[in-house]
Nanobody, 120 residues
Framework: QVQLVESGGGLVQAGGSLRLSCAASGRTFSNYAMGWLRQAPGKERAFVASISWRGESTYYANSVKGRFTISRDNTKNTVYLQMNSLKPEDTAVYYC?????????????WGQGTQVTVSS
């Protein structure tokens, strides 16, 4: 079992930045691919970014490419999402996810979510 706890959400103006963190505990963190998904009001949960277990491969949704950066520190059991040039359409609850395979809406482990609100 892996427990995930997100932090770093909040309210920011358009064009601003936030960094989300996800602290993992339980099974060996470095064995898992990690990622972030988000869910806006009235919409389905959607993939944002993921990173392989060693951190050598990263993947991004087209909507965030060039603005968001995912990274991980396996010595701290933590994955990060640096979000720059934020837009109002980035407003959502952001969820950290972990899986032995692919990060998707069917990931095995989830955090409780952290709210990100971008004002125009």
């Amino acid at each position: 079992q892996v427990q995930l706890v997100e932090s770093g959400g909040g309210l920011v103006q358009a064009g601003g930045s936030l960094r989300l963190s996800c602290a993992a505990s339980g099974r060996t963190f470095s064995n898992y691919a990690m990622g972030w998904l988000r869910q806006a009001p009235g919409k389905e949960r959607a993939f944002v970014a993921s990173i392989s277990w060693r951190g050598e491969s990263t993947y991004y949704a087209n909507s965030v490419k060039g603005r968001f950066t995912i990274s991980r520190d396996n010595t701290k059991n933590t994955v990060y999402l640096q979000m720059n040039s934020l837009k109002p359409e980035d407003t959502a609850v952001y969820y950290c996810a972990g899986d032995e395979s692919v990060i998707s809406t069917k990931a095995a482990y989830w955090g409780q979510g952290t709210q990100v609100t971008v004002s125009s």
